[in-house]
């Protein structure tokens, strides 16, 4: 009985757990996101200021 | 541009940040180095995923597992242009003209792709007296 509650539990556990990371991920992005951008080389005539 | 619809479909600001110089490897540095959260975003080119590894001594960053690749954005290709008044129309023209002229002809590169494409150029067909010295 302790066996069937245990495993219960655990599999509860672990189907909470993959849920709370799939709405983690929906959740995306959450804040500002950074894109870096390193081109063109620094040299480039279009580098220039304007 | 890409950043405004990118903040336009999260919801979420989207911050570019121009970080120019060493032929991309300065930009490159920076998100190899920052939190591997999702939040910082690199748009890589070919220099910083092919070429600097083998432009620079001890490049700052592995191309291979630094990074993680998500999209291809966009293709860019190279053209051969000579100037409108120059008699040469062909790619042949142009061998011919150069290896008429060894040494003489001159090749003009925006960046190390095109600069490289000339090198190519140069050993393949066109003015084997430059090759590598362009």
Redesign the interface.
Known sequence: MNARLIALALLSGLAMGSAAAQERADAFPTRAIKIVVPFPPADHPTCSPA | M??QK??ED?G?????????????????Q??AKAAPD????????D??LTMNQYLYRTPPYDPFNDFAPITLTAKTMQLLIVNAASDVKTVNDLISRAKAQPGKLNYGA???TTKLTGYLFNKIGGDRDRAGSL
């Open positions: 890409i950043g990118m903040s999260w979420q600001p989207v911050v570019i940040e121009n970080r120019l110089g060493a032929n991309t490897v300065l930009g490159a920076q998100v999702g939040y910082t975003l690199l748009m890589a080119i220099s910083t925006g960046t190390i």
